[in-house]
Every structure is written in structure tokens, then in C-alpha cells.
């Protein structure tokens, strides 16, 4: 007999779904938050976990990164909420759980799904993303080679340029087959000798050092302190500088250990033809995973990214990439993603797309110079827009190819040979 714990902090909740399930044969064990979860989950192993999102003490979320942090999450979790969000989805897909239910939850939904992860439980996880992947590109080849050869001979690990999963996708690279992973940003007790010692051989990851809470603060203080003592590797990342978090109270001494070894990701700007097949890898990885709709990117899309000024912003060019192509997958709403889906979410400006203007100027030339100035900006817009497809600019200026290419001719508006048909 299976199993299932359900975690939820209203009684109403708890009593209905343990009637519904006791009906349908499973044991059921109940609890009404975090620490009572975590007690039954280490003295029954449950075969299912049903938990929910919102608990006063720890959310639901954390306690599920916390799971599969410490590489506990040896059983299929369904997360639950009655205040749903895609982004909760997706954030709760990413660190293990196998589905998500809405309350008011049908009952012939929670039966399936139940039904589901107690036969799937024990399907393989898919490896984790590496920059193995992106062997193809001669730069990252050449990271890689950096940064194992940094790792091989120091301990603890900075990562300049980038944080969240570009930073992940680092650390991973480092990790052995099987090897222990403990993300110390998702660890909500506090760290302890024998914790770390379990760690051998393994990484401790912080995706964010600027976002730590006090509790993670302490926790990565005490790794450090006995990081050279053990075999373990430590790699951390930070959106701000760590003279900004000295600044901001840090304890200096943590944040010298912290950076006496750091490397940086290398820049974007003298890369852009690689963007897309980057962009691509990583949309991949996303749907292979189920945290993202089947989606590809069309060609209007790659180029579009291609042309983005990633040297405007070198120090977050990697993970505003990352971003950016995940909140497409997610926001778009056709299987294809395209360039007008970039040019909505896009973060950074292209270096030489026009961007919107103020009218007032068209105001003061005489209506024939200001009908043809207009013009021309419309054109050059909507050119870059398409990548240079000179179908698509036909199709969304409504005029005839010949009269078009006429048009452009007239106004002066160059036209770029990449991507042009």
C-alpha cells in the first residue's frame, strides 16, 4: 500500500484530500506544515508527497529546493495552490516536483495525477545542462578548460558575469558522475559537520550570493571556515560586486576567502554570431526538461537575438540571455518564436535598430519630407524587426515586393544581404 503525505496548512484541505485518497486505498499521513513534514518524510518515506505552496512557517517551494538540495527528493512531490502561477509552476518543476494542481482541486485530476507519479516515480532524471553542450563554440571550449583547471587547485570558487542558471550550468560542469550537490541558497537549516562531510567529493553551490538570508550567510561562512579540510568544491556567484556587500555589512574576512579565486565568464560582444545556437541550446534544455512549452525559435528570432548589444551590459549579458530565452518560451504563444517576441521581452536594445521616436520633429518639416521621413523610420524598423526578410516586410507593410523594394530604393533605406531572400 502506498504512502502519501499531504502537506497543507488548512485542516479543510487535509481531511478532504485524506478522506478522498483512504477512500481509494492509499495510507495517508498527514501535516500541517514544514517541520512536521520533514519528521514524517525521514521516519515513513513517503511514496508521494502532496505540498503545498503557501505555509506560514516554510513555503511549500522552499521546502521542496531544500529536498533536492540535500539530495532528498528520492520521491515523486506534487505541489499544490490555490493561488497558481505559471512562474510557481515552472520554479517548482525545476527543482524536482513531478506536477502541479490548482486548487479547488477536481477530484478526478488529483486521482490521475496521483495515479501518475506513483507509476513514474522512478523514471531517470535527465543530466543536468553542462558546457559540454556547448563544446561547438571555441570560447566556451576555452572557459571550460579555465575554469577546471582553476578548480582543480582551489577549493572555493567566484563566478564574475553571471548567477541563477548560467552559474548553475558552471558548477555542474565541475560536479563528478553522482557526486553530492547541496545549493546552500536552498538550505533552510543550518549547516553542520557531519552535513558536509556527506558532501565529499561533491560541490556546494550558492547561485546568488547577494541573495542569501542571514541563515544562508551563516551557512556559507561555515563552509568556508572548512572548505580546505574536506574534499568538496564551492562555487558561488553574485549579482553585485563583493565591494558592494562590504559595503552593505558583510563580514570582510568571508568576502576576502570568497573572491581570493574568481573567474569570469567570457563577454558576448565579440561572439554575437554564436548567440543563437547558445539561445537554442538552452531552449532545448528547458522543453527536454518540461519547464517550458515545445517551442523553436524562426530565423526572424536568432537574428534578432544576434543583433541585441550584448557589450552594453557585459557583466549580465550571460544571464540576461538565459532569462531572456526562458520568459520566451514561457510568453510566446505560438510554437514559433519570433522576432517580434524578442523585440517584446527583449532587455537590451539592438546597437543600431530604431527605436521609438517623438513626433514633435515630424511636425516641423514641410508634409512631404516628414510623410517620407516617417517612412523611412517605419521601414528601417520593421526591417531589423524581421531580420531582413524582405517576405515578412511585404506581408506587414501590405505592399507588393517590386513596389517595396522600389520604395526602399526611394528613401534610402539600406537593406542588409544576411537574411534577405
Excluded at 121 to 136: C, H, I, K, N
Excluded at 183 to 196: E, I, R, V, W
Excluded at 328 to 344: C, K, S, Y
Aim: aromatic content about 6%.
Amino acid at each position: 500500500m502506498a504512502i502519501i503525505l499531504v502537506v497543507d496548512d488548512e485542516v479543510g484541505i487535509r481531511e478532504l484530500l485524506s478522506e478522498i485518497l483512504i477512500d481509494e486505498g492509499y495510507d495517508v499521513r498527514l501535516a500541517e506544515n514544514a517541520a512536521a513534514a520533514r519528521r514524517i518524510r525521514d521516519e515513513l518515506r513517503p511514496d508521494l508527497v502532496l505540498l503545498d505552496i503557501w505555509m506560514p512557517d516554510t513555503d511549500g517551494i522552499s521546502l521542496l529546493k531544500e529536498w533536492h538540495a540535500g539530495g532528498q527528493l528520492n520521491m515523486p512531490v506534487v505541489m499544490m495552490s490555490g493561488h497558481g502561477t505559471i512562474d510557481t509552476a515552472v520554479e517548482a518543476t525545476r527543482f524536482g516536483a513531478f506536477d502541479f494542481l490548482e486548487k479547488p482541486i477536481a477530484l478526478q485530476k488529483l486521482l490521475t495525477t496521483v495515479h501518475k507519479a506513483l507509476k513514474h516515480d522512478s523514471l531517470p532524471q535527465r543530466p543536468p545542462l553542462t558546457l559540454e553542450a556547448f563544446a561547438r563554440s571555441g570560447f566556451i571550449k576555452e572557459f571550460k578548460r579555465r575554469l577546471e583547471q582553476a578548480a582543480a587547485k582551489a577549493p572555493v570558487l567566484f563566478l564574475k558575469g553571471a548567477t541563477g542558471g548560467i552559474a548553475e550550468i558552471c558548477a555542474r560542469t565541475l560536479q563528478p558522475p553522482r557526486a553530492p550537490w547541496v545549493d546552500l541558497s536552498a538550505t533552510s537549516n543550518p549547516l553542520t559537520q557531519d552535513m558536509l562531510q556527506k558532501a565529499g567529493g561533491g560541490i556546494l553551490f550558492v547561485p546568488d550570493v547577494a541573495a542569501l538570508g542571514k541563515l544562508q550567510q551563516m551557512n556559507l561562512a561555515f563552509a568556508l571556515e572548512r572548505v580546505d579540510r574536506i574534499n568538496v568544491q564551492l562555487v558561488a556567484a553574485s549579482s553585485r560586486p563583493l565591494s558592494a556587500l562590504a559595503d552593505a555589512g558583510w563580514d570582510s574576512k568571508l568576502l576576502a576567502r570568497l573572491g581570493e579565486v574568481w573567474i569570469a565568464l567570457p563577454s558576448l560582444a565579440g561572439h554575437a554570431d554564436e548567440v543563437p545556437e547558445i539561445a537554442s541550446l538552452l531552449l532545448t534544455h528547458f522543453t527536454e526538461r518540461g519547464e517550458v512549452p515545445a517551442r523553436r525559435f524562426s530565423s526572424g528570432a536568432l537574428n534578432s537575438l544576434r543583433n541585441l548589444p550584448w557589450k552594453h551590459h557585459p557583466d549580465s549579458a550571460w544571464t540576461s540571455l538565459y532569462t531572456l530565452v526562458r520568459n520566451l518560451a514561457l510568453t510566446a504563444l505560438e510554437e514559433d518564436i519570433g522576432a517580434e517576441d524578442v523585440a517584446r521581452l527583449a532587455p537590451l536594445e539592438s546597437d543600431d535598430q530604431p527605436q521609438a521616436v517623438s513626433l514633435s520633429p515630424f511636425f516641423e518639416q514641410p508634409l512631404r519630407e516628414a510623410r517620407d521621413a516617417f517612412e523611412k523610420a517605419y521601414f528601417e524598423y520593421h526591417l531589423r524587426l524581421e531580420g531582413g526578410n524582405m517576405t515578412r516586410l511585404a506581408e506587414k507593410s501590405g505592399l507588393e515586393r517590386t513596389h517595396l523594394y522600389r520604395k526602399l530604393k526611394q528613401l534610402g533605406v539600406a537593406l542588409a544581404k544576411r537574411g534577405e531572400e
